[in-house]
């Protein structure tokens, strides 16, 4: 048979037909059959390399790629090249060489748009951008690149024709304009963008006159983190001390279980499973239950379960905890916060929601379902080092440059070290990215011990003295782990919602004096903290307890008073 475009084309097609369906064996069949039609298929190399890629099986990879950049490029068809440049890259993003993976992925956007625009393309030649995109934007995260990693996944959606997928994709950007905008108008706009692409077809009626007869409020929690997850160590008070008196749990559980979530399982009076339901499925169930409030702990993070309550199944529903923004959703009538991260007069509070303030903080730190571990103080580890050990524990991506500005001075007037723990520190390239990054600004990447992610994390805080937060998209559980574990953490107050993390969980723990308004009462508090080493000792000592009898651990007191706000919420709607 004799061999030509429109065959490479119909074995491409083929394999995207495979991929979409999960079948990368197939996948990869499609372009050995291809190759073996014609062995200098740009094409079909491509393909092997990147089924290869996804099925882990590396050397058959490489091969691949290698003979195809081997091959004259201006004998094969763009869509080849196309996707040969895709493979290469994802083939270094694999292998996590981020500064191979960067480049070759800027080569396959740059090859796109100097040649034929989007609609000149087929649809197998998008859906390669389209990952490329995807991918690109994983790789600037653990890269630390976060900026450019929003902007990807914003083109993401923009390339893909799926409405739906556009939705995912455009939520995904939403969450990760976070780490670095702070409650900008723009970022207001984007996120009431995503309403529009929702395209809900219904909305379920609620009759207001039979909700009004005296009953016990039905409250719905939905999420896909009722399981091993960092959000997830926020959740307990809402199920396990709830007044089962005047409300009644339910929760609709998105996700993949584990062993939290047959704990979490235990203390709901109604638990649905519905992870294997379609939005529309789940909005139904929860209408059928009768769900009085519902609300929702996703937001925009991974599997967000926002497309369910596009259809409005609850008469009331909020979004809270999960997520440190709005949804920009009209059926989310609350977004749940407090009075530190949105006072009455917060001039850049830019939300679609209504704000639903709590006296206290809005999160309530409960790690014992989490974890079986209660800690004692110890002595900070400067008495012992002579010297001050500064440490955070965040996602690198949270780390801008005017953070890392801040840990320099920090480190130029305290003559100690930073401790960063994270995933990109797990990857030679990620650390040599950071060392580029602290050097560039001046910094002295000596000064810097890098550590890999690691399941024992909580047990390195006792080589730690005081914890550096970021900004502005401070540490969440970061921060509660650390004033658990009894290490201080200095923390500079923002301007937005998000970027008042640091503050909430501080005071509630009793800890205004580690407060900063600035960059330089920041640095400063982080200094004059070090050099003080008795009274570091003795918080190391007493911040374990203090933290434990805190308002941030008082699960009682948490749920009087978000259950005070369900009653009023609920008052106000049945009075309208």
Request: charged letters at 25%.
């Amino acid at each position: 048979m004799a061999f030509d475009t429109d065959t490479e084309s119909s074995w491409s097609n083929t394999a995207e037909m495979f991929l979409a369906c999960g079948d990368l064996f197939s996948m990869r069949a499609c372009g050995r059959e291809a190759l073996e039609l014609n062995e200098n298929s740009a094409e079909a190399l491509a393909i092997i390399a990147e089924a290869s890629i996804y099925l882990q099986e590396f050397s058959p990879a490489e091969e691949a790629l290698n003979k195809l950049w081997q091959l004259d490029s201006q004998k094969t068809v763009a869509k080849a090249n196309l996707r040969g440049l895709f493979a290469t890259a994802a083939f270094y993003g694999a292998q996590f060489q981020l500064d191979k993976a960067l480049l070759a992925y800027e080569q396959l956007f740059a090859r796109f748009e100097a040649g034929e625009k989007l609609d000149g393309w087929d649809e197998t030649a998008q859906k390669i951008i389209e990952r490329g995109y995807a991918f690109y934007a994983d790789s600037c995260l653990l890269a630390g690149y976060a900026e450019k990693a929003a902007q990807a996944t914003f083109k993401a959606s923009q390339t893909v024709s799926d409405i739906q997928q556009k939705a995912t994709y455009h939520s995904k950007a939403l969450f990760l304009t976070n780490y670095r905008e702070s409650g900008s108008e723009g970022q207001l706009k984007k996120h009431r963008q995503y309403g529009s692409l929702l395209r809900t077809e219904m909305m379920f009626p609620h009759d207001k006159e039979k909700r009004r007869k005296s009953h016990s409020l039905r409250i719905g929690y939905i999420s896909p983190d009722f399981r091993q997850h960092a959000a997830a160590y926020f959740f307990t008070p809402l199920l396990r001390d709830a007044n089962g008196d005047d409300f009644s749990v339910y929760v609709y559980f998105t996700g993949k279980g584990d062993h939290i979530t047959q704990r979490f399982k235990k203390m709901s009076k109604v638990w649905r499973d519905v992870s294997d339901k379609t939005p529309l499925q789940i909005a139904r169930q929860i209408f059928q239950d009768r769900i009085d409030i519902l609300v929702d702990l996703s937001g925009h993070t991974q599997n967000s379960c926002l497309p369910v309550l596009g259809y409005r199944p609850a008469p009331i529903q909020i979004s809270g905890i999960g997520y440190i923004n709005t949804t920009g959703l009209k059926t989310v009538d609350y977004f749940l916060t407090d009075n530190i991260c949105c006072p009455d007069d917060a001039p850049e509070w830019r939300f679609s929601e209504k704000p639903l303030r709590m006296q206290g903080c809005h999160l309530c730190f409960s790690p014992d379902v989490m974890r079986n571990m209660k800690v004692e103080g110890r002595d900070t580890p400067a008495k012992m080092n002579g010297y001050v050990t500064y440490g955070c524990f965040n996602n690198f991506a949270k780390v801008t440059d005017e953070m890392l500005v801040m840990w320099r001075n920090v480190l130029e007037g305290s003559h100690g070290k930073l401790i960063l723990k994270n995933k990109t520190c797990s990857i030679e390239s990620g650390q040599a990215i950071i060392r580029e990054r602290f050097q560039q600004i001046g910094g002295d990447p000596e000064q810097l011990e890098l550590r890999p992610f690691s399941a024992d994390y909580l047990t390195q805080y006792n080589d730690i003295d005081i914890c550096l937060d970021t900004s502005p998209y401070c540490g969440g559980l970061t921060t509660c782990d650390a004033l658990y574990m009894g290490v201080p953490v200095i923390t500079m107050k923002g301007w937005s919602h998000g970027s008042r993390y640091g503050e909430t969980i501080l005071q509630a723990a009793g800890l205004a004096e580690l407060i900063s308004d600035g960059n330089r009462t920041y640095a400063s508090k982080a200094i004059q903290l070090g050099k003080q080493v008795d009274k570091l000792n003795e918080i190391h000592h007493e911040l374990p307890k203090q933290v434990r009898k805190s308002r941030l651990m008082d699960n009682k007191s948490y749920m009087v008073d978000i259950e005070d706000k369900y009653r009023h919420i609920w008052k106000l709607y049945c009075e309208v």
